[in-house]
């Protein structure tokens, strides 16, 4: 089993000042940061994600406010085509979980694994931005390992269907209590706790 978050939560003021560099070292491994919904701004955790190392590396999309899964996807597909897939992880948020369950879908590849941060339930009628191609969510099982985080006051998805998605998905299930959407307004800027989650993927 995993620690609970709680107690890496507890732990975070206490976490080393290499810790980054610490992960960095572990291995070969490439991180691969994959934003929802409108992009992630600089003060969200992927992109002090992003900027903690040189293998960790945004995927860009040609629309971040009125997405298509079929380009969001051959984005993931190209952008991790020139690496090893047993160095690859997949760091996503919201809509991203969403991409990398379709991407799995239609590249059923063996990567090292992925990490999936509050999955936006998209099937629900309440979430009604613009996009194309990403409904229904994917429910088979994912190849490779995962897991995924959730809130217990996440308005874009319940706690349960967050549970529901990492049990079809065989993902590893974390629920860090009430962090909203896991993002900047939730509180989640630097994300140290996070960060030590990849450490899972070595």
């Known amino acids: 089993m995993y620690p609970s978050i709680s107690i890496i939560e507890k732990e975070e003021t206490i976490l080393s000042e290499n810790t980054v ?32 190392g040189e293998n960790f590396i945004r995927i860009n999309q040609k629309s971040w406010d009125e997405p298509a899964c079929e380009d969001w996807i051959l984005n993931i597909e190209n952008a991790i085509s020139a690496y090893k897939p047993s160095e690859v992880v997949l760091v996503a948020h919201s809509l991203g979980c969403t991409a990398v369950a379709h991407w799995a879908k239609r590249f059923p590849k063996t990567i090292k694994g992925a990490l999936l941060v509050a999955p936006s339930d998209i099937d629900n009628p309440v ?46 299930f974390i629920c860090i209590g009430e962090a909203g959407h896991i993002n900047v307004a939730g509180g989640y800027g630097e994300w140290l706790a996070g960060l030590e989650l990849l450490k899972q993927f070595e």
Do not use: C
């Not at 992960?23 to 002090?48: A, K, R, V």
């Not at 390992?145 to 217990?152: Q, T």
């Open 21 to 52: 560099s610490k992960i960095n070292n572990l291995s070969m491994t490439s991180y691969f940061i994959i934003p929802g919904l409108g992009n992630s701004d600089e003060n969200h955790w992927q992109t002090h994600f992003e900027n903690s």
């Open 127 to 172: 979430y009604t931005f613009p996009m194309n191609g990403f409904t229904p969510i994917p429910l088979e099982k994912l190849p490779f390992k995962s897991i995924v985080v959730a809130s217990s006051n996440d308005i874009w998805v319940s706690e349960e269907r967050a549970l529901f998605f990492a049990n079809v998905w065989g993902s590893e």
